[in-house]
């Protein structure tokens, strides 16, 4: 273990440790993934229940999460083997949940590239919502061409991975990531003057309490987890790498709060916008799409902004791949004393091989259904977001709470002396709030899948 941490890049400071922990969890579910299901959930009252368990829970959680990492200053899986030999599994669930998010996320991925490709040549430069979902639907039909650009996707980050060029990734961070978030600052501007914005303005904003129901309420925290990267050891392995004489309060403030910021932001860009071309808000993955090029070729440098932004929607994805591939790697090298670059060429090439039909179920195997009404896509999303992730947290919660003890959890988080106000109600939220509430969430998750699987 010690041989393999010494191979691994480390932060060069807490800079780079918050841009790389902030470059896992700001990806394609803020900017993607965020819109939409927001669009299908209901609006308001998602984003209510949203910000309720970003509180309760992902935020708790994130702090707990650096903590573990920095106090065994291990691995995922070795972080929690070393408190305890019997919680070693967590981390295994970890890397399982790792490799079926980074199959349909390189689906997405791959949709990236080819719209940046589009972008460069052109065509994506109108405001027709007729035209702009033929593409979307030609483009996904094609299995050769989605499957060859989710294979680019995968490559790129196997690369990443493999030539241990993080540390560039790291430094080119600190430029792709605030150009990231003025540019969508400047599209929310731009998609919130449009005619007839308000409206997308109130479905955002305006809670309709009517809509809460329990899928809200299980998408709500799946959507929780999946944007904060948490539940599947990706902090804590980032966490191991962060210096004891760094503050974790105030890195694991930061986090969840840029997280939150940027996937508003987009929602703020994506959702006036749909209402005012028109566009159907409920329609899923296409949203972002179909509805973002609308707005740039609606606005004065449309077709330079367009580029920028696949550019920088890349660049975002590409830090959050690698963070999961990462986190499946380490496992094969520090567990299992496998080489770095071939085990990681090999969990690419499965991830690739369980990624196809996720690509192809959004194309030709579209009426073809894995359980009830899911496709493959769907099925991977459902079984990492609403259940992996979730379980993932709540044994955290209880490894923390009840295993390391919230004690010397805070004396980690304190151990130069920082004054951490919030630390009863933190050790609360860990030992009574996260654990039952997740759980009862957790176990109607479970209920849903496997009434699909019994009918
Ligand atoms: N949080 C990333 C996003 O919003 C995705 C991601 C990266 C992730 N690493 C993860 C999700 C680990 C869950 C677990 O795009």
């Not at 996320?105 to 065509?123: D, M």
């Not at 409920?282 to 440098?301: C, D, E, K, R, Y």
């Not at 130069?416 to 009862?440: C, D, M, Q, R, T």
Request: hydrophobic fraction near 55%; proline fraction near 3%.
């Amino acid at each position: 273990m010690k041989e393999s941490l010494q191979k691994r890049d480390s932060w060069n400071s807490k800079l780079g440790f918050i841009l790389a922990t902030a470059g896992s969890a700001v990806g394609l579910g803020n900017l993607w993934k965020f819109p939409y299901t927001v669009g299908k959930n209901g609006g308001g009252a998602f984003l209510l229940v949203y910000m309720i368990f970003l509180l309760l829970i992902g935020y708790p959680l994130m702090l707990a999460a650096i903590t573990l990492g920095r106090k065994t200053k291990l691995c995922a899986v070795g972080a929690y083997k070393s408190i305890n030999k019997n919680w070693a599994f967590v981390g295994f669930l970890g890397v399982l949940c790792g490799f079926f998010i980074l199959a349909f996320y390189s689906t997405v991925g791959g949709w990236v590239i080819y719209y940046l490709i589009e972008a460069i040549k052109g065509n994506l430069n109108t405001t027709n919502s007729t035209l702009l979902a033929n593409i979307f639907t030609q483009f996904i039909s094609s299995p050769q061409k989605s499957i060859l650009y989710q294979a680019i996707f995968l490559i790129i980050t196997y690369l990443i991975v493999v030539k241990g060029i993080k540390n560039g990734i790291e430094k080119a961070s600190k430029i792709m990531m605030p150009a990231l978030l003025i540019m969508i600052i400047i599209i929310a501007f731009r998609s919130l003057s449009l005619p007839n914005a308000i409206e997308g303005i109130k479905f955002l904003f305006i809670p309709d309490f009517s809509k809460v129901n329990l899928n809200v309420i299980m998408n709500a925290l799946g959507q929780v987890f999946f944007s904060l990267s948490i539940g599947m050891g990706v902090i804590v392995t980032y966490g191991s790498y962060l210096d004891k004489k760094e503050n974790i309060i105030l890195a694991s403030t930061y986090i969840p709060l840029l997280d939150t910021f940027v996937a508003l932001v987009a929602g703020l860009a994506t959702i006036p916008a749909v209402f005012s071309f028109n566009f159907e808000i409920a329609q899923g993955p296409s949203l972002m799409f179909i509805t973002l090029p609308a707005v740039f070729s609606s606005m004065s440098f449309g077709y330079l902004f367009c580029i920028a932004f696949f550019i920088l929607v890349l660049f975002a994805a590409l830090t959050s791949s690698i963070s999961m591939l990462e986190v499946c790697v380490s496992y094969f090298v520090d567990e299992k004393n496998k080489k770095r670059s071939s085990s990681a060429l090999l969990i690419t090439l499965v991830i690739f091989l369980i990624g196809i039909p996720a690509t192809l179920s959004m194309g030709v195997l579209k009426d073809f259904k894995l359980l009830g009404s899911l496709n493959f896509f769907d099925f991977y999303d459902k079984l990492t977001s609403n259940i992996f992730l979730p379980l993932g947290g709540f044994l955290l919660s209880i490894f923390v709470g009840y295993v390391l003890t919230t004690k010397l959890a805070l004396d980690e988080i304190c151990i130069n002396g920082e004054k951490f106000i919030l630390a009863s109600i933190w050790s609360f939220l860990i030992k009574y709030i996260v654990p039952p509430l997740v759980f009862i969430i957790l176990i109607n998750s479970l209920k849903e899948l496997f009434t699909l699987i019994i009918n």
